[in-house]
């Protein structure tokens, strides 16, 4: 091949001839590993929309774009076999470009694989615990991976470097002040890393829960190395620190299971009669659409001078159902007590201007009779 590109250039000064043969032959390379790669790859494609699965789909979706720059560089590499110029430039651009693009491609792998076995796990069902837990594993270890991808990658094309290489030889003969800096300088990055693995393993948090965090109520929407995205009901985004969760208390109501207790406090007048209420409710909520038939119940839970507690025990499938069930509830109950029962409403008592007194002076009076006993009985015989 070089042959027939000498003598198509022949008249040429040597120097050029050399270059203009390299970037030919480096062209030829490129362009018939390009062909060969979109004829492979179309053959992948029809092989993977004819299976049923969607794994194969997303990998070769992912691997498409490196694979291809790494069939660019096989070629460029068979035509330097042929090519003394372009031998010499490959020998000091393959330590960049090898690094890079295995790197590329482990990512793309990685990527391939994460987002496979999210679609695995879907989180739209009603108990979705088990699936949230697999999500947020993924998600952390991916990016950790991720991190030592890059770090390994980077560090491989750095060491191709003489003068690089140099440095780190320098640096190991002062190992003592190296590891001092090298840690001082390295250690919110490192504390993230193992946050980020206490997170994996211990699992606090999961990907969806519901959490309350310094009074505010909302969801986990991301989970990273060194911050977690809670996403309050008003559509705001809190970025919290990743070892808050480690380090601080915060309420989680979905750690165990995705269903949820709730319950909605009414405040009525002390002499209320309960039993109408208690069967609207049970009328009510058993025929509620975001009810989950686990639990209801009305209680008395509390009773003063002034007001009388009544808690509204219910369930829902999750935190966000539950939230609109005890705001229908509480909507509706009140909506009713005030047309069906006004009576029962809270109301503030107020004793006229003298009942006061009055009242007073007849407790009086009345501990005085107590006190000089019973009056006698009229003799009969009289």
């Known amino acids: 091949m070089t042959r027939l590109i000498e003598r198509q250039i022949h008249g040429v000064p040597d120097w050029a001839a050399q270059v203009l043969v390299a970037l030919i032959a480096a062209a030829l390379g490129a362009l018939l590993a390009m062909v060969l790669h979109a004829v492979l790859f179309r053959i992948l494609t029809r092989i993977s929309k004819a299976s049923r699965s969607e794994t194969d789909d997303i990998l070769v979706h992912r691997l498409a774009r490196p694979t291809r720059w790494a069939f660019v560089a096989m070629g460029m590499v068979l035509a330097a076999r042929q090519t003394p110029a372009l031998s010499d430039f490959w020998d000091h651009v393959s330590g960049f470009v090898m690094p890079l693009l295995i790197g590329w491609i482990a990512l793309a792998i990685l990527h391939s694989f994460v987002e496979a076995m999210s679609l695995r796990a879907d989180i739209t069902v009603e108990d979705n615990r088990n699936a949230r837990r697999r999500r947020t594993r993924l998600a952390i270890l991916s990016r950790i991976a991720s991190f030592l991808i890059i770090f390994l990658t980077v560090s491989l094309m750095l060491f191709s470097i003489p003068g690089v290489m140099k440095i780190g030889a320098t640096l190991m003969a002062s190992a003592g002040l190296a590891a001092l800096a090298v840690g001082a300088a390295a250690q919110p990055a490192l504390k993230a890393l193992i946050a980020g693995f206490q997170m ?3 699992e606090p ?12 109520w909302g969801r986990i929407e991301d989970i990273r190395t060194t911050y977690v995205v809670v996403r309050v009901w008003d559509d705001r985004r809190l970025v919290v620190p990743t070892t808050r969760f480690l380090e601080d208390t915060f309420a989680n109501w979905t750690k165990s299971t995705s269903q949820l207790l709730g319950f909605v406090m009414i405040y009525l007048d002390p002499a209320t009669d309960i039993a109408p209420i208690r069967e609207e409710y049970t009328r009510v909520i058993t025929g509620h659409r975001l009810w989950d038939k686990r639990a209801q119940i009305l209680q008395v839970t509390d009773h003063s001078a ?11 499938k999750d935190g966000g159902t539950l939230f609109d069930l005890r705001c229908e509830i509480r909507e509706h109950m009140l909506d009713w007590i005030a047309r069906n029962q006004p009576q029962a409403l809270v109301r503030q008592r107020q004793l006229p201007v003298g009942a006061l007194e009055l009242a007073a002076a007849s407790e009086t009076v009345r501990v005085l009779g107590d006190l000089a006993g019973p009056s006698p009985k009229p003799d009969a015989a009289s």
Do not use: F, H, K, N
Request: hydrophobic share 60%; glycine share 4%; no cysteine.
């Open 200 to 202: 994996a393993l211990t």
């Open 205 to 216: 948090i999961s990907i969806d829960d519901v959490v309350v965090l310094d009074g505010e």
């Open 306 to 316: 002034q007001a009388m507690e009544v808690r509204l025990l219910l369930s829902a």
